[in-house]
């Protein structure tokens, strides 16, 4: 089915249509244009696993450092809503290497440290634990070395854009974390 037909919703249909008329205007190398047009076709089609395979190939074609960010910081996001949540620290960090001011990139990271358990080394998951499943468990000390990471990059994160994460913001006060 074409991509048209899949996209049921106004806003999809309306990110295609401007995404097609900027692809048209904006002067571009054709390999910038192929790259967009994977990415956005991964944007609008919603298929999880169709959207990876889009990314990585806008990724192939893609040279700018700054637009790599964003689809890493997508991939990440993939990741992240199937639960793979090693991966999607990974991806996220590739994105913030590239584009140290990416606060999504910031935020997601600070909500796996703070409600999934982690390795040292973010490179396996010991096993998936909330924190408060950690302190229930009686382990408050591993659940406050969580929290206290993820208040690092929350912190990051809102330093960059001061009136977003609400919710963040209150939790750093209530915790006493956001003045540290």
């Known amino acids: 089915m074409p991509r048209s037909q899949r ?19 904006i002067p571009m190398a054709s390999g910038e244009k192929e790259a967009f ?3 956005r076709d991964a944007q609008s089609e919603g298929e999880y696993a169709e959207a990876l395979q889009n990314y990585y190939e806008a990724m192939r074609l893609e040279i700018d450092p700054y637009d790599r ?17 090693t991966k999607a620290l990974e991806y ?6 590239r584009n140290p001011s990416l606060p999504q990139a910031l935020n997601n990271t600070a909500l796996i440290c703070h409600y999934v358990r982690l390795s040292e080394n973010f490179s396996k998951l010991t096993y998936p634990d909330r924190g408060e499943q950690a302190i ?38 209530i915790t006493g974390r956001f003045g540290e």
């Not at 996209?7 to 205007?25: G, M």
């Open 136 to 173: 229930r468990q009686g382990d408050p000390e591993i659940a406050e070395a969580w929290f206290d990471q993820a208040a690092e990059y929350w912190k990051q994160a809102i330093a960059l854009a001061p009136s977003n994460y609400i919710e963040a913001q209150n939790w750093l006060k």
């Open 69 to 85: 960010s964003y689809i890493l910081y997508n991939i990440g996001l993939i990741h992240t809503s199937n639960g793979e949540h």
């Open 92 to 97: 996220y960090f590739q994105a913030l290497e």
């Open 37 to 39: 047009t994977y990415y």
């Open 7 to 25: 996209n049921d919703n106004f806003i999809d249909k309306t990110f295609t249509i401007v995404a097609d008329i900027l692809l048209q205007i």
